[in-house]
């Protein structure tokens, strides 16, 4: 860190050491080579203050950016909900004056039909009174039970 920070020729800017790879991790990215010059440059040239003051108003921008990016979303959406509803509206009123326009069906008339037979009831099946439960045969087990 010994070296200088190398100024532009006519000396109004900085040249930095430009890396080909670009850095994949926030301390990779602290420590390349362009960052670690612009740091350097601050420190040598005791421009730390003004540093800090132009990267707090530079946030604060990009906050004060989101937040209108967010609200005029937000106003957005609340717009396209209002005219939703007020289209549902519409049709929802245009179907009920097609409904009042269009005139309803009479019900139809009856004509003289032959009668319908009721369906006679079911008979009730005559239920047999349960079987006695009838003791299981034994079988006789092996030769001795052959021989008596």
């Known amino acids: 860190m010994s070296e200088k920070v190398k100024l532009s020729k006519d000396g109004s800017s900085i040249d930095f050491v430009q890396s080909d790879n670009l850095p994949t991790s926030l301390k990779k990215f602290r420590q390349s080579p362009e960052i670690e010059g612009f740091y350097r440059f601050i420190f040598e040239n005791d421009l730390q203050k003004e540093a800090y003051e ?7 921008a990009r ?3 989101k937040a209108a990016e967010k609200a005029a979303t937000r106003a957005r959406d609340k717009e396209a909900a209002k005219a939703a509803k007020a289209e549902a509206k519409a049709l929802e009123a245009a179907a009920a ?8 069906k009479a019900a139809p008339k009856m004509t003289a039909k032959a009668p319908v037979k009721a369906a006679k009831p079911l008979a009730k ?3 047999k009174p349960a079987a006695k439960a009838k003791a299981p045969i034994k079988k006789p087990a092996g030769k001795k039970a052959k021989k008596r």
């Not at 132009?54 to 604060?60: A, G, H, N, S, T």
């Open 54 to 60: 132009i990267l707090d108003r530079i946030i604060m």
């Open 97 to 104: 004056a097609k409904a009042a326009k269009t005139p309803t």
């Open 125 to 127: 099946k005559a239920t």
């Open 63 to 65: 906050k004060a950016k």
